[in-house]
């Protein structure tokens, strides 16, 4: 399957972005679906993950209650929804899809990943 992220920019903080992530090749619904970034001069961290079927999700402290995660399978496409956006948020973000594993975090278990968009938050 073949990841095709979308959305990044420059935003001030306290701003929203929402990042777009789809598909081809593959039926999106096969796969569990995580967001990862990069900021720079870090390693790449986990952000949030969906389950296949979108009634599952898991995401980092650092973004708790700020991002939401979303997929519409019949679009082949995933999103990232971020609000209340920091500074630190400052990032390349990755989406990556997940054959199988119970690792839901673990950057390991991801078969697949996008080319990233970058989301630059201005102070």
């Known amino acids: 399957v073949q990841l095709q992220a979308s959305g990044g920019g420059l935003v001030q903080a306290g701003g929203s972005l929402r990042l777009s992530c789809a598909a081809s090749?593959?039926?999106?619904?096969?796969?569990?679906m995580g967001w990862f970034r990069q900021a720079p001069g870090k390693e790449r961290e986990f952000v949030v993950v969906?389950?296949?079927?979108?009634?599952?999700?898991y995401i980092a402290d650092s973004v708790k209650g700020r991002f939401t995660m979303s997929r519409d399978n019949a679009k082949n496409t995933v999103y990232l929804q971020m609000n209340s956006l920091k500074p630190e948020d400052t990032a390349v973000y990755y989406c990556?899809?997940?054959?199988?594993?119970?690792?839901?975090?673990?950057?390991?278990?991801?078969?697949?990943w996008g080319q990233g968009t970058l989301v630059t938050v201005s102070s």
């Open positions: 990556a899809a997940a054959s199988y594993g119970i690792r839901w975090t673990s950057q390991d278990e991801y078969d697949y």
């Open positions: 090749g593959r039926t999106l619904s096969s796969y569990r």
């Open positions: 969906i389950s296949r079927s979108g009634g599952s999700t």
